[in-house]
């Protein structure tokens, strides 16, 4: 299709051209020709990563053809036929044609290509894009041989009357870890760079036909092909209590655990396909509209799953003391992929006009969702038993209790909004929506799954045995917002404004979620010369009792609360001033500024707010101005500042292993010890500036375009223990400081072009970009390994990063009307 689509525009626009030179110069009596044309050549120098300069375009060295296009109209003008391309042959063009008669007949088709470019990598698997990564079986075998397992590190639990172990599982006690460190380094060092990408080809058509002056109907048909791979990451953990000198089974502090994770950044394949037909029908009178549309909407993935064979295993083995020891021991691994689905949506709206400068607009929608991707097996490890299943067969070979899931929701939404201006000076503005989600697929319930890495078969899917089935949920919401707008004096008018939204669940933690808003904003225009806008908005949010952790309903950790569900107070105010106080001068500012805090009474206990884990609050606040500066009639200058902050509050805690006794005596009702507390602050400041010029060397015919602008931001993450502990046997539970993380960003852009002819204009552009971002998380090894104790010994990452880039690019270009 995409090849067919640009053959047949070029097939159409080549002959044009020559068609368009001679209407330009000759009267055409049948008719009239014109068009548009930007072209030219250009060259580029990137140092760095290639792909980030061009994370969502296509900036290619030679030819470019940035627009082109071309309309035919007939001798009186209702007939037309209008051709377009622009960014012509490159990857992210789109290419254009549409043809009828002005006011009764539109056909039209279009393709349109969006890059999304990642990064580049290096990648250990075979199969790169597809749904089967593979290692040579040789390096599969030598790194398993070299396996150190959980009884070569020392014994991780020794018996109830002795004290546990001081074994650090991180030494190297036999010299298996430094054979298999040096067999992964040099797959490293053989493995071929591969870019993560994706590609998304759209194409699609339709017609709109009037066959009465106020009755339309309209037929569009669309296909979006997405492909490409992006990484995905896939991981397992051993926990080790080294050095506590209680029994086994007794709650502990865990603050000198150490571990050993295991995994790696994969590449998820991307093939999907959706085609999207929607066929509808308007009918418009003076005093009201109605509309009915039908659309459905078929999505398909090429790939029902990812496969990967695990570098470290060549057969398969299942883990050992209940599965907390020598997890991820699989030799194929699995996920499944985003299944296959059909949706089917009707909406109807309609709108009346009423008495008072009145209007009344609703609709109506009614939607269903389906899809019936089968299920993949348990696991692929042939290792794994299912030991509660009579026969303890194999997981890989159990009977899986459906087929699929019968996946099925169905929604029901509307909508009104009704607006008067009952006074010339007042108006009132209300508004209601409606939403209803309501899922009715069918409730599976497995014996078990392959958890630990795909190493050992859970009966449950959390500590307090709750069954392993779906969850069957639905939910009702609903908006009510009221406006009213005074204009109390000639130059002055304000707006008060309240909403209430209500929120419904079934079979979830949360039953009820309310949020009241009120709020306010002026408007004041003085003449011509000066305009300010401020406003004001607070909203207080509520629910009822969150279900707590730790039980069976809800297996979150007691303290935990989703914030998309917790209580929240929530601040909103900005304010925007414009002033001309000379013709040649105009100055804008801006203010915007949030204040959000999230309650700990939202999971129904007394918990301190300081200790209601999750996100607890955020703050922002952006502030800029700008100011254009006209001296002379010929030059034009203007420059422009904005500071952006952002501060993130987050409460955590690790381990919850029961009530603590003693150590909880901050007397707050949780599982976890003081010594795990640690709350983060996260800020982050984004400075912009921007400085440019426009210059008329020759008035109209030679114009210089300069502009500079220089973004720069840094993210710190402060973090500290609440309760003051951090003298620990090992950090692991002290609340640790990290670097600072830097993004800044130069560009320079200098345009010089000259009209050659009325229309036409020759020029030249040069654009300088220069990209840096400093993140330590990224400042690593492909390969974790061996680095500290706390830190993985055997995480494979595809190195998928970037550190910056220096762009040059140059332009030599010509555009103009025909």
């Known amino acids: 299709m995409r090849s067919f689509t640009r053959h047949l525009v070029l097939a159409a626009v080549i002959p044009a051209l020559s068609a368009g030179a001679t209407a330009h110069a000759v009267d055409v009596p049948e008719g009239s020709v014109g068009g548009e044309l930007a072209a030219g050549a250009q060259f580029k120098d990137v140092d760095g990563s290639s792909e980030k300069f061009q994370e969502y375009r296509d900036v290619r060295r030679g030819f470019i053809l940035d627009d082109l296009r071309l309309t035919l109209e007939g001798k ?22 549409e043809a009828g008669r002005y006011g009764k007949l539109r056909v ?50 020794p018996p109830a009357t002795t004290p546990r172990s001081a074994t650090d599982p991180n030494q190297d006690t036999t010299g298996e870890d430094a054979i298999q460190q040096g067999i992964v380094r040099g797959l490293y060092q053989a493995a071929p760079g591969v870019t993560f990408r994706l590609r998304r080809e759209r194409t699609g058509g339709g017609f709109e036909y009037s066959p009465a002056r106020d009755v339309d109907v309209r037929l569009g048909v669309t296909r979006e092909n997405r492909t490409g791979a992006r990484v995905i990451t896939a991981g397992t953990y051993e926990r080790w209590n080294v050095g506590s000198s209680q029994a086994p089974n007794a709650p502990t502090a865990h603050t000198i655990d150490r571990f050993i994770v295991a995994g790696a950044d994969l590449a998820e394949p991307i093939d999907y396909r959706t085609l999207n037909v929607s066929v509808g029908a308007s009918v418009r009178k003076r005093l009201w509209t109605a509309d009915l549309e039908y659309t459905f909407t078929d999505f398909g993935n090429e790939n029902a799953a990812l496969r990967w ?50 209007r009344l607009t609703g609709s109506l929608s009614f939607g269903f969702v389906s899809q019936d991707e ?65 899922g009715r697929s069918r409730e599976v319930t497995f014996p078990g799954y392959a958890a630990f890495g795909e190493s050992f078969w859970r009966r449950f899917k959390n500590d307090k045995d709750a069954p392993v089935k779906n969850d ?62 401020a406003g004001y908005r607070y909203l207080d949010r509520t629910t009822a009792p969150y279900l707590k952790g730790r039980t069976a309903a809800n297996p979150e950790a007691t303290g935990l609360v989703n914030f998309n569900w917790a209580a929240r107070k929530r601040h909103q105010a900005d304010a925007r001033f414009q002033i001309t106080p000379l013709k040649l001068v105009s100055v804008g500012l801006l203010v915007r500024a949030a204040d959000e805090t999230y309650r700990g009474d939202s999971q129904g206990t007394t918990v301190a707010d300081a200790f209601r884990f999750g996100r607890t609050g955020v703050r922002s606040l952006v502030a800029g101005g700008d100011v254009t500066v006209t001296p002379i009639e010929r030059f034009t200058a203007y420059a422009s500042y904005s500071r952006e902050y952002r501060q993130e509050r987050m409460a955590s805690a690790s381990k919850d292993d029961g009530p603590k006794g003693a150590a909880g005596s901050l007397g707050i009702a949780d599982d976890y010890a003081r010594e795990n507390y640690w709350s983060s602050q996260v800020y982050e400041r984004v400075h912009t500036v921007g400085v440019g010029a426009t210059a008329q060397l020759l008035p109209e015919v030679l114009v210089l375009d300069v502009s500079y602008s220089f973004s720069y931001s840094n993210m710190d993450v402060r973090t500290q223990n609440p309760n003051g502990v951090s003298n620990l046997t090992l ?51 492909p390969y974790m390994a061996g680095r500290t104790v706390e830190n993985s010994t055997r995480f494979l990452f595809a190195d998928a990063t970037y550190g910056g880039y220096r762009a040059h690019l140059g332009r030599v270009y010509i555009a103009g009307r025909f």
Do not use: C
């Not at 194999?394 to 099925?408: E, K, N, Q």
């Not at 939404?413 to 009704?418: D, N, T, W």
């Not at 560009?747 to 970009?769: K, Q, S, T």
């Open 76 to 97: 009186e003008g209702a007939d037309y036929l209008q051709l377009e391309a622009k960014n012509a042959l490159r990857d992210d063009a789109s290419y254009s044609i």
């Open 309 to 358: 064979d695990d570098p470290f295993r060549i057969t398969d083995a299942q883990a050992t003391a209940n599965g907390n020891f020598d997890r991820g021991r699989f030799a194929v691994g699995q996920i499944a992929l985003p299944p296959d689905s059909n949706a089917h949506d009707v909406t109807a709206t309609a709108a009346v006009e009423l008495p008072l400068h009145g």
């Open 374 to 438: 089968a299920f993949q097996p348990y696991t692929l490890n042939t290792a794994i038993v299912a030991d509660n299943v009579p026969g303890t067969p194999s997981a890989a070979t159990l009977a899986l209790p459906a087929r699929d899931l019968g996946g099925s929701v169905r929604t029901r939404s509307g909508s009104l909004a009704l607006s008067l201006r009952p006074l010339a000076q007042v108006g009132v503005n209300a508004k209601y929506r409606y939403y209803k989600y309501d």
């Open 108 to 157: 039209h088709f279009e393709e349109d290509l969006t890059p999304h470019n990642f990064s580049r990598g290096t990648f250990l698997w075979g199969g790169f894009g597809t749904g089967r990564l593979r290692i040579a079986d040789v390096a599969r075998s030598q790194l398993e041989a070299n396996e150190q397992t959980a009884i070569e590190r020392g014994p991780p639990v």
């Open 731 to 781: 950090a692991n539970a002290v609340a640790n400081p990290w670097p600072t993380i830097r993004n800044r960003l130069h560009e320079i852009v200098a345009d010089l072009g000259y009209e050659i002819a009325p229309g036409i204009r020759a020029g030249a552009r040069y654009l300088y970009e220069w990209y840096k971002l400093e993140d330590f998380a990224w400042d690593l090894d």
């Open 472 to 533: 069957l949920f639905d939910y009702t919401r609903q908006n009510a917002e009221l406006a009213v707008d005074v204009r109390a004096l000639p130059h002055l008018t304000v707006t008060v404004e309240g909403g209430w939204e209500g929120t419904g669940f079934s079979g979830l933690r949360l039953k009820d979620m309310d949020e009241l808003s009120v709020g306010g904003a002026v408007t004041y225009r003085l003449a011509r010369m000066a305009t300010l806008k």
